[in-house]
């Protein structure tokens, strides 16, 4: 394999997260890191830590800044659901946290310390951490995150979001997978529903 | 519109093809790396490095019989220690018969910088764990804080967590390049290369110690003054001042007496502790060395039968 070829392939892939990643910011101090979109219409997904205030502002890699209100909070999940007034987004590509083998590379992208955009590169430290219906709910990445990276997407080799960037716990990034995610969400709409 | 897709993902190929290369690495080796429940709160890595036989970091191991171990499918053994070279970190474990534990492969080559490099652990019954790094630096031989001879310094870019210590550093193909240790080099990540591990492990098996030379000596690095270096036609004025003699020891029946200085020894000169540790290499165990020592102002030629260190509780 010509090295230029995995440098195009991560410089590909750094475009794509650039698309789904989002920046978030609230008033003062309240709250700055980083966030993804979830759905088309509007859904970003990020840390509860991240949403602190009622409402924050989302700006997309298309140099737009929308409003976010902050519908839902989770501080045991540590997640967060923002909504914007937008139809017209690029979703981010999921994947099963379950498949991860230890040693596959995983990629970051966030707003460590403030830098928008950054790009961390790790591998998948051990299988995820289960919840007590077996379900994957943490991924751990031997990958070094920032501060700035909380809420923002933790992907696979081929750009698939596996999990929302949580802590640093001795040294490891911990991501909440995407199946607790997704739980999460449905968990919510079917309160709303009743 | 779908052919720009298709060119897309065709561009991420490549970090597929390589993230596929590292989990096989891992999973090749993960077969042979095994957890030892020997110590308070996490269990640490280890490695099957013969039929039988595991190799873990000594400084992890705190028991040294009835250890439980956790094999790679999940079932259980039990090993006890066969020795134990505190002077590389390294202990040799004998699994207990019938336990299925496939060797490592075993990289012969010496690792070269730049080469990617994989820490695997197993540092419980969750499976393996695994970091990526580099070789970072290979220099040559080198001798631990605790006078162990190492057959090259192989230090890494790569995070250490828990499970690091005992656990194989492997190449893309997971071979195994090592075994690592977080004690040897004031916290860095270094491996203890296969060769040398290799060699520690055969003495181990054989004589259940490693030998090493012993002189009975605690030393200080010391100035002997220019002026007394030039009356005694010495041509450095560095030594090694002899703080404290074992009672019965090689140096003591040879006469070294406190206070001496060492200022040479084969005839080379002595600036500080490495020069004389250099000496006591296990081949030179019952040999004799000629030590020049600076006593009372003059100079002293004392030829000492180097002993074979003893072994705690002898």
């Known amino acids: 394999m010509h090295p230029f070829f995995l440098d195009d392939a991560s410089a590909a892939l750094a475009e794509r997260l650039r698309r789904v990643t989002v920046r978030l910011s609230g008033r003062g101090w309240n709250g700055a890191g980083s966030g993804v979109v979830w759905r088309h219409d509007g859904l970003i997904v990020t840390n509860a830590h991240v949403a602190r205030g009622p409402a924050m502002t989302v700006a997309l890699y298309d140099g737009r800044e929308l409003t976010g209100r902050v519908a839902w909070r989770s501080r045991s999940m540590d997640l967060a659901a923002v909504q914007v007034d937008a139809r017209d987004l690029l979703a981010a590509g999921t994947a099963d946290a379950r498949s991860l083998r230890p040693g596959a590379l995983v990629f970051a992208m966030g707003a460590p310390l403030g830098m928008a955009d950054a790009l961390a590169v790790g591998v998948v430290h051990g299988t995820p951490t289960l919840d007590r219906a077996g379900r994957p709910l943490l991924v751990r990445a031997d990958i070094r995150l920032l501060p700035g990276n909380s809420g923002g997407p933790l992907v696979d080799a081929e750009g698939r979001v596996i999990g929302i960037n949580s802590m640093v716990v001795n040294g490891l990034g911990v991501a909440v997978a995407t199946e607790a995610v997704e739980g999460w969400l449905q968990r919510l709409a079917h309160a709303r529903a009743a | 519109m779908e052919r720009a897709m298709a060119a897309e993902e065709g561009r991420l190929a490549p970090l597929q093809a390589l993230s596929e290369g590292l989990t096989g690495a891992v999973e090749r080796v993960a077969r042979s790396v095994v957890a030892l429940h020997a110590r308070a709160r996490i269990p640490s890595s280890a490695v099957v490095w013969r039929e039988g036989i595991v190799v873990a970091a000594h400084h992890t191991v705190k028991r040294d019989d009835d250890i439980r171990v956790t094999l790679a499918d999940g079932g259980d053994a039990r090993a006890s220690v066969v020795g134990r070279d505190p002077s590389t970190d390294l202990v040799v474990l004998r699994l207990s018969d019938g336990a299925k534990a496939a060797p490592a492969e075993i990289a012969r080559d010496t690792p070269r910088v730049g080469q990617l490099a994989l ?196």
């Open chain 2, 119 to 314: 820490a695997v652990g197993r540092p419980g019954s969750d499976g393996p764990t695994a970091s990526l790094g580099v070789v970072s630096a290979v220099g040559p031989s080198w001798r631990t804080w605790a006078g162990g001879e190492i057959d090259s310094f192989v230090r890494l870019d790569l995070a250490i967590y828990d499970g690091f210590s005992g656990g194989a550093l492997v190449d893309a193909s997971g071979r195994v390049l090592g075994i690592n240790s977080s004690t040897l080099a004031r916290g860095l990540a270094v491996t203890v290369p296969a060769v040398t591990v290799e060699r520690v492990t055969a003495q181990l098996l054989e004589k259940g110690r490693v030998e090493r030379g012993y002189l009975g000596l605690a030393m200080h690095p010391v100035r002997v003054g220019a002026a007394s270096a030039a009356r005694l036609e010495l041509r450095h004025d560095r030594g090694l001042l002899v703080a404290q003699v074992a009672p019965d020891s090689p140096a003591d029946r040879a006469g070294v007496l406190v206070g001496d200085v060492i200022v040479a020894a084969e005839g080379r000169p002595v600036d500080d502790l490495d020069d004389l540790l250099a000496l006591l290499a296990a081949e030179r165990v019952g040999t004799s060395a000629g030590l020049r020592v600076v006593r009372g102002g003059t100079l002293v030629e004392v030829p000492v039968t180097i002993g074979a260190r003893p072994q705690r509780g002898e």
